[in-house]
T-cell receptor
C-alpha cells in the first residue's frame, strides 16, 4: 500500500475485554514499531520487530500486552483484560531497513488506533 | 540513556510571526535528533532530522532547526507562521537500540 495502515481506526472496549489492533506496514519494510500515545503525551515505545523476530519488547507495560508479526509483514498488538489505563492511541511505524542507533532509515507512521476502555 | 524535554506544552503565535518551539536533549553519546509534526487524526510526519552533519538542518514546510551542543538544544523555527502550521510538534532522540524517544509535545496555535 501507499502507507502504513492501521485498523480499526477507533475501538471502544469494556473493561476486561480483549482487543486486537492490526498494522499493515509498507510492503517490504523490515522494521516495525508499536508506540502508545496517551492523551496529551508523546508516543512511548512498546515493541520492535525485525521481520518476524521481536527484538525488543521492553516497552510493553504488562504481560497483558502481546505483539506478533508471524510472517514478517502484518503485525497485531493484542491487549488482554483491558483496563482504563490502556486507553490511548496506538501507533504503528515501519521502515525499509533494519534500525539501529546509528542507522539513517526513515520511519513511516500510521494514523493510529484510538482505544477507549470504558 | 537518552531523553528530550520540550519547553512549553502550548505555543500561540500570530499568522506571519516567528515560530520557535524549544527542545533540549540529554544523551551520553552524540545524538540523532528529530522533529515530527502530527496533524489531527493523522500519523506523525517527519519534519527534519539531525544526524551529525550540518548543525543547521532544513526541513519541509519552511521549518529548520539548529543543533547546539553547548546548550544541548535542538529548537525548531520557522520565520513566518501559516494557519496550516497549527498542529502538535514532537521532538525525539534516537535511543541506543534504535527506538525513538519522544518529548511530551508542543501544541502550536496560529491566530489570524
Amino acid at each position: 500500500g501507499a502507507g502504513v495502515s492501521q485498523s480499526p481506526r477507533y475501538k471502544v472496549a469494556k473493561r476486561g475485554q480483549d482487543v486486537a489492533l492490526r498494522c499493515d506496514p509498507i510492503s517490504g519494510h523490515v522494521s516495525l514499531f508499536w508506540y502508545q500515545q496517551a492523551l496529551g503525551q508523546g508516543p512511548e515505545f512498546l515493541t520492535y520487530f525485525q521481520n518476524e523476530a521481536q527484538l525488543d519488547k521492553s516497552g510493553l507495560p504488562s504481560d497483558r500486552f502481546f505483539a506478533e508479526r508471524p510472517e514478517g509483514s502484518v503485525s497485531t498488538l493484542k491487549i488482554q483484560r483491558t483496563q482504563q489505563e490502556d486507553s490511548a492511541v496506538y501507533l504503528c511505524a515501519s521502515s525499509l531497513e533494519t534500525t539501529g542507533w546509528r542507522s539513517n532509515e526513515k520511519l513511516f507512521f500510521g494514523s493510529g488506533t484510538q482505544l477507549s476502555v470504558l | 540513556a537518552q531523553s528530550v524535554t520540550q519547553l512549553g506544552s502550548h505555543v500561540s503565535v500570530s499568522e506571519g510571526a516567528l515560530v520557535l518551539l524549544r527542545c533540549n536533549y540529554s544523551s551520553s553519546v552524540p545524538p540523532y535528533l528529530f522533529w515530527y509534526v502530527q496533524y489531527p487524526n493523522q500519523g506523525l510526519q517527519l519534519l527534519l532530522k539531525y544526524t551529525s552533519a550540518a548543525t543547521l538542518v532544513k526541513g519541509i514546510n519552511g521549518f529548520e532547526a539548529e543543533f547546539k551542543k553547548s546548550e544541548t538544544s535542538f529548537h525548531l523555527t520557522k520565520p513566518s507562521a501559516h494557519m496550516s502550521d497549527a498542529a502538535e510538534y514532537f521532538c525525539a532522540v534516537k535511543g541506543n537500540t534504535g527506538k525513538l524517544i519522544f518529548g511530551q509535545g508542543t501544541t502550536l496555535q496560529v491566530k489570524p
